[in-house]
């Protein structure tokens, strides 16, 4: 797990001035637990460090004591910028919601081609088959398709950056 990880763990960033006159919760406690346990594990704390730091993990300790205990074990610096801060999306999540977009249009288009396409060619069909008049159809039901898929490519990446970027400030 990587450092940064490893903060985004808490409830808060304790890393930030404005929290840490917070009181932690259950949950930060159990992670800076973990992570004193994991340090005792690489030879990081004596067996007396661990206990002493553990027993400190009261209810009543803020965030900013947490960093405390913590502070020689994992890098403190500044936070990395959340991109999500920003209104932005995951990456994984603006894939697949660019992805689906993608897909119904292409379904869309599909539908477009492939229904009134197959009506007229049984139509042509049932006429006697003639001269092929359907071609006019399929070629003009099917440019949208073909286009969709041409374009495919940057339509979806767009979109994906659409979505990391957030909503257009107002």
């Given amino acids: 797990m990587s450092v940064d990880a490893r903060w985004r763990g808490f409830t808060y960033d304790p890393r930030l001035p404005e929290h840490a006159r917070l009181r932690s919760s259950d949950a930060d406690r159990?992670?800076?637990?973990?992570l004193l346990r994991e340090a005792y594990a690489e030879g990081?704390?004596?067996?007396?460090?661990?206990e002493?730091?553990?027993?400190?993990?009261?209810?009543e300790l803020t965030l900013g004591g947490l960093l405390e205990l913590v502070s020689d074990l994992l890098p403190t610096g500044r936070p990395e910028p959340d991109p999500?801060?920003?209104?932005?999306?995951?990456?994984?999540?603006a894939r697949a919601m660019a992805?689906?977009?993608?897909?119904?249009?292409?379904?869309k288009d599909l539908a477009v081609f492939l229904g009134p396409g197959?009506?007229?060619?049984?139509?042509?069909?049932?006429?006697?088959r003639g001269l092929f008049w359907p071609v006019w159809i399929l070629v003009y039901t099917g440019i949208p398709l073909l286009l969709t898929l041409v374009r495919a490519?940057?339509?979806?990446?767009?979109?994906e950056r659409e979505?990391?970027?957030?909503?257009?400030p107002r």
Avoid: H, K
């Fill in 118 to 128: 197959a009506a007229c060619v049984l139509v042509w069909w049932l006429d006697g």
């Fill in 44 to 50: 990081r704390l004596t067996e007396s460090d661990l």
């Fill in 30 to 34: 159990d992670l800076v637990r973990a």
């Fill in 153 to 159: 490519r940057t339509r979806i990446a767009l979109r």
């Fill in 99 to 107: 992805m689906a977009g993608f897909r119904g249009q292409l379904m």
């Fill in 52 to 59: 002493s730091r553990s027993a400190d993990l009261t209810p």
């Fill in 84 to 93: 999500l801060a920003a209104g932005g999306m995951d990456p994984r999540v």
């Fill in 163 to 168: 979505l990391m970027a957030g909503p257009p």
